[in-house]
């Protein structure tokens, strides 16, 4: 029998038993769709978590104020005041691995534009600091160095910080009150979205002078943080050492007794968040790989049905010239187009699904062509394995008997 | 109604009549019946030359089923030679024998055997789709083997809508479309009425007439009457092989019958 034929063939006996055969296509859809589900929502959310670190920038490393133990009792980290202006300088200057600094601190503050407040934090830092952590301006440019130097009060709005005091209209150029002080608007960030470690809002933010905000609006001559970009994404490993040992020299800090600082290395927050991402997926993957097994075994059990209740027109077949090959190759085939229509429609079925999940719970979904090409080889090996049995089974029919089965 | 048959149309071994068609000898079968060993054929020895019609009679469990089997390459002897066309067909594989099945034997059974919903010209076609015929003549030669059997308005009827001699018209269309060397009728008329059963035997015959070999099991005598030859089976051998002195001409006989409300 030719191969067309056979497929004309099995079309047909599976048409013959339709709402039969769609149950029996019902596990394949199912584990299809849940395979493709699994693997879009993975893929979106590992692409996310990416993107959001890329924009971070990997190659960061994040310097920051140590937790102070006052008599055994552990206060929250940004209270040492030993990391200081010159450390950020000093970083730059001694470790090879590092490319830039951006000397930094904060304050929570209200914000005031005519009719419109909002409660920010605001960042105190050196014009540097828009290029390590790679965060484009939407309109107006940095405050400059010599803003710095004498402590002018302008101020780099956030894209939250924008929206609520500005709504639609230009801040540029406008005078916001930050606490008491009056602050000329320069520029504003381009939105970043949130954080991918502690989801936070990192457009909530409106960014100064270090200077201006450490006299003018805290009254701190310290430092509660230093971003350090490292030469490469490699390099922030052995930039990590290097601060790390530069920095309890400069702090004289004996050995055996613990940091006063803090580093984090970016690089590490991305590889943890792939790897939690991975684990994931492939538990995911292999739920949805089980729901394929059975839709394989759904379909083993339907065969075997179908040959027990086939059994004369085998035997007709037989008669007629059949050829076990033939025979075999009709009940294979007719399971090769279960997998490949339960397939067809388990892909659908499965985009489908991980677009409603993105639109209803906004998850970021990415389905890959391997996605689809895997589950469709999938469904149709699984078709092929579990419909062989049946069909070796109806192969091996004695031509005799199975004319006289009633 | 012209019917092209190729025992006479084709080869020289088909025209030397003395080579028989189906020569089988000492033929034994044994079947192992739970703890008893049954001996269905306990020595079968006939010839059968070309452009025969032989009836094989015989109570049931007598063995002519066995033999039928057997001779339709079916089933294969415990021991015993059977030479289809002068090839021994003990020593051919399961594949050869279904060629020759596909091939050089055609099948007409009690129970008519067609497949449920599919169309008298599709059944009709099934024995070409193992031969690997391409589509356009598969419908062609169907058509024309339903024709042979006075189907051909019956075409796209599905076996449900047809009545038994219908039926079996089919089954018999469906035995002729690879244009056997003989045909092989298991009780043919064992499903219909007696005026049908006649109307089947005056295909059978003007098939026979035009050289096409037919070996037919039955156990009405009346229906044996229409063969040119009657072998009688019991306990699994031949019990009785005569020629039929003038046999029933079915065209006749059915002048006799009252016909039917069709």
Known sequence: ?406 | MAIVNPVTATSSVAADVSLPLVEVHDLRKNYQLGETEVHALRGVSVRIKPGDFVAIMGASGSGKSTFMNILGCLDKPTSGRYLLEGTDVAALSKKELARIRNQKIGFVFQGFNLLGRTTALENTELPMLYSRTNKNDRERRAREALAQVGLADRADHFPSQLSGGQQQRVAVARALVNQPRMLLADEPTGNLDSRTSVEVMEIFQKLNTDGLTIILVTHEPDIAQFAKREIVFRDGQIKRDDVVEAPHVAGEVLKTMPTVED
């Open chain 1, 1 to 406: 029998m030719d191969l067309s034929s056979a497929f004309v063939l099995a079309l047909r006996a599976l048409g013959r038993n339709k709402m039969r055969s769609i149950l029996t296509m019902l596990g394949l859809i199912i584990g299809v769709g849940a395979v493709i589900a699994v693997i879009g929502i993975g893929e979106g959310a590992a692409t996310k978590a990416q993107e959001q670190l890329a924009a971070l920038g990997s190659n960061m490393l994040f310097v920051g104020s140590g937790s102070v133990n006052r008599y055994g009792l552990h206060v929250g980290s940004f209270q040492t005041k030993t990391l200081v202006l010159a450390d950020a300088r000093a970083i730059v200057r001694e470790c090879p691995s590092v490319s830039a600094t951006a000397p930094g601190t904060g304050t929570g503050q209200q914000v005031v534009y005519g009719n419109e407040n909002w409660a920010t934090q605001i960042t105190g830092t050196e014009p540097q600091y828009f290029a390590v952590r790679n965060w484009p301006f939407a309109s107006g440019t940095s405050f400059s160095d010599d803003d710095v130097t004498q402590a002018a009060t302008v101020a780099v709005l956030g894209d939250t910080v924008r929206k609520y005091l500005f709504g639609s209209r230009n801040p540029i150029g406008e005078t916001i009150r930050i606490g008491t002080l009056p602050f000329k608007v320069v520029g504003v960030l381009t939105p970043k979205g949130t954080s991918p470690g502690s989801g936070q809002d990192q457009d909530d933010v409106i960014i100064a002078p270090l200077t201006t905000v450490q006299k003018k609006l805290l009254g701190q001559e310290w430092l509660r943080w230093i971003m350090v970009s490292a030469v490469s994404r490699q390099a922030s490993y052995i930039a990590q050492q290097q601060i790390e040992s530069l920095l309890r020299d400069r702090h004289k800090i004996r050995s055996g007794d613990p940091d006063d600082f803090v580093v984090r290395n970016m690089a590490d927050m991305a590889d943890a968040a792939a790897e939690q991402g991975t684990v994931m997926t492939v538990l995911l993957t292999i739920v949805a790989s089980i729901a394929l097994l059975v839709g394989g075994i759904g379909i083993m059990n339907i065969m075997l049905v179908s040959v027990t209740e086939r059994t004369r027109e085998i035997g007709i077949r037989m008669a007629v010239g059949a050829t076990e090959e033939d025979v075999r190759l009709q009940f294979l085939i007719e399971a090769l187009v279960l997998g490949l229509i339960g397939g067809t429609i388990g892909i659908v079925f499965g985009v489908t699904s991980s677009l409603a999940v993105s639109q209803g719970l906004g998850w970021p979904i990415r389905i890959p062509l391997y996605a689809i090409a895997l589950a469709t080889i999938f469904a149709m090996a699984i078709a092929l394995f579990f419909g062989f049995y049946p069909a070796r089974r109806a192969s091996q029919l004695n031509p005799i008997e199975a004319l006289r089965y009633e």
